[in-house]
């Protein structure tokens, strides 16, 4: 009995995870308006503060958001990260730091990751 109520769980999980991403990657594309951007925004990061789901996704959504073309977009993931920094945000940033290409992004993430590590 407990076997198939943890297999009912896991597949819960799983749904709501699968849900999570796909809502997650529509709302955080660079061409969505910034109110919906910033609604994602707070959405994850009070999944991470309130719930304490310490979700690789929902890190790397997070984190990859850094790069959008919107400045104010930015602004806000850098104060959240900053909210919320963790190990794994900042290897995510370092990963994304290594990604990038243009020179403005690159000197916010190491603003950053620099804020990250000595406030973290």
Known sequence: MQAITKKKETDQR?????ELCENFTRRLHPSQSKELKTGALIAIKNF????????????????????D???????LVSSIIKEVVNNEIIELLEIKLNESNGSEIKEEIQKVLIDSVTSG
């Open 14 to 18: 799983k749904k709501l995870s699968i």
């Open 48 to 67: 991470i503060k309130e719930t304490k789901i310490d979700d690789d996704i929902l890190l790397s959504f997070l984190v990859d958001s850094i790069t």
């Open 69 to 75: 073309p919107d400045k104010e977009i930015r602004k």
